[in-house]
């Protein structure tokens, strides 16, 4: 008989000779698999939501009303350059007269001669940056010759870069955990499958089975148990998110890739946790 | 002419069991008894045969295998045309009768057909085919140690070896079972039974070895 085919039926079979274990197996790769997968899903739709929050505020430079146009451009390509920063607008004296407007639903113009308002710069920072590298850019511009004044949400700014950093570090130990966790389950299940058969496989050693055509079964049934996992993780996360209709909610949603990395990742989980267990078996 | 050679073997325990300089030969067609109390060494002359163990000095010949300079992939190979039958019948308590059969025929690498015909054979042999669908625990004791029996002859080993086979049995099965491998022999294959019951070794005239303390005598 051919020995591929010989190590295939014996792995598929080994899922039917132990049904109670292969099924706890199952199920506990795909609850972990399916909670980080939601997890992963949520904390990075958290960021991106706090990221989009720190990309709308932009801060406002006014500029010395004595500055010509050529100034002006050569103002703007110099803070175009400061590291941090990702775009910069020039606001004239009419357009921030009728952000003025906007703002107050009233027009004082006719009240006055000339338009009183300053010209300024628009400039939105990097959202990726950190507090210390927003400030770096603030202090830079306010210290360029031209700059009269810079304003900005500095407490909002300050608050969503904590609260961005804080999120990631909270997230990437909180998955981590989920991640060891899910492997711990794996491996105390494939352990306490090799105790049961311990002496089933020191028996097939005693009658001459090679340790491929014994260690091969059990790299089969975890190719097959984590195959099923990833596919009922992905399949849950889908559904949960059906039936709660939150699909819409998500900036980043569910799609083939992110689906097709659960479906390997529980792969390589679960042959990674097969030969961590068995390792020392054998 | 295969045969199980011994010489001059030492292999002890951290305990202090084990045997000492161990000079034998079992030749192609013996039915060889080893004898002696429990601890006096009889399952570690069977682990050196079977490679489970190797010796502190000495070495051990089965068939063209020598554990001096055998290799760990040879192993299985040594196994291979060895049968074994051990005390406590050791059936592969997942599978069903068949199956325990097929397995010793399957990791040899033959072909489904063949595994098929020899295995009802060796049931047909030790007379239960009609129990080829259940599994071990549903056997009892005499009918899972003829099916380990069967298990053992299945790849037509030029020796068996039996650790107590009839331990665990009662008189009239342990009977039996002896028949069985006295029918064994006959048929040409060499049988080493370690046993401890001397009522049973007074029943036959064949060559014993008595173990006392680790060292062998005949």
């Not at chain 1, 972990?32 to 899903?41: E, F, M, P, V």
């Not at chain 1, 909180?174 to 389950?185: D, E, T």
């Not at chain 1, 491929?212 to 849950?236: D, K, M, W």
């Not at chain 2, 002890?12 to 079992?26: C, H, M, Q, R, V």
Request: proline share 2%.
């Amino acid at each position: 008989m051919n020995f591929l085919f010989l190590i295939v039926s014996d792995g598929v079979a080994g899922i039917f000779r132990s049904k109670i274990s292969s099924l706890m197996t199952i199920i506990s790769l795909m609850l972990s698999l399916a909670l980080l997968n939601l997890y992963i899903l949520l904390s990075q739709n958290v960021l991106m939501k706090i990221s989009e929050l720190k990309g709308r505020i932009a801060i406002e430079a006014f500029i010395d009303p004595g500055f010509n146009d050529t100034e002006i451009m050569a103002l703007q390509k110099q803070i175009a350059i400061v590291a941090g920063v990702d775009s910069v607008d020039l606001i004239d004296k009419a357009e921030a007269l009728e952000k003025f407007k906007e703002m107050f639903s009233a027009d004082y113009s006719q009240l006055i001669d000339e338009n009183p308002l300053p010209q300024s710069f628009q400039i939105k920072l990097n959202t990726e940056g950190s507090q210390e590298q927003v400030q770096n850019a603030i202090d830079i511009i306010k210290s360029m010759e031209g700059i009269d004044e810079v304003k900005y949400h500095h407490k909002l700014l300050t608050s969503l870069n904590y609260y961005y950093r804080r999120m990631q570090q909270i997230f990437i130990f909180v998955g981590v955990g989920l991640a060891v966790l899910g492997f711990f389950l794996l491996w105390v299940n494939l352990k306490l499958t090799l105790k049961t058969k311990a002496r089933i496989i020191e028996t097939m050693e005693l009658v001459g089975a090679k340790q491929s055509l014994i260690r091969g079964p059990f790299y089969v049934q975890a190719l097959v148990e984590g195959t099923i996992a990833g596919f009922g993780a992905v399949l849950l996360v889908t559904l949960l998110f059906w039936i709660f209709r939150a699909e819409n909610l998500l900036i980043i949603k569910i799609n083939f890739i992110s689906s097709l990395m659960v479906v390997g990742g529980s792969i390589f989980f679960s042959i990674f946790t097969c030969f961590w267990a068995i390792r020392g078996r054998f | 002419m295969k045969n199980i050679k011994f010489n001059a073997v030492s292999a002890t325990y951290s305990n202090g069991e084990g045997i000492k300089k161990a000079d034998f030969t079992l030749n192609q067609r013996e039915f060889l008894f080893l004898t002696g109390s429990s601890g006096a060494g009889k399952t570690t002359i069977l682990k050196l045969i079977l490679m489970a163990l190797f010796p502190d000095s000495g070495d051990v010949q089965v068939g063209e295998f020598n554990s001096f300079n055998i290799k760990k992939n040879e192993i299985p190979l040594v196994r291979r045309q060895i049968g074994c039958v051990f005390q406590d019948f050791r059936l592969l308590e997942d599978r069903n009768v068949y199956e325990n059969i097929a397995f010793v025929l399957r990791i040899t690498g033959h072909r489904e057909k063949y595994i098929k015909r020899k295995t009802f054979k060796m049931l047909a042999e030790v007379g239960l085919t009609h129990k080829r669908n259940q599994m071990p625990h549903q056997l009892s004791g005499g009918e899972q140690q003829r099916i380990a029996i069967a298990r053992a002859l299945a790849n037509d080993p030029f020796v068996i070896l039996a650790d107590e086979p009839t331990g665990n049995l009662d008189a009239e099965t342990a009977a039996g079972i002896l028949d069985l491998f006295k029918v064994i022999h006959e048929r040409g294959t060499a049988v080493l039974m370690a046993t401890h019951n001397k009522n049973l070794v007074d029943r036959f005239s064949y060559r014993i070895l008595n173990l006392e303390n680790g060292k062998v005598v005949e």
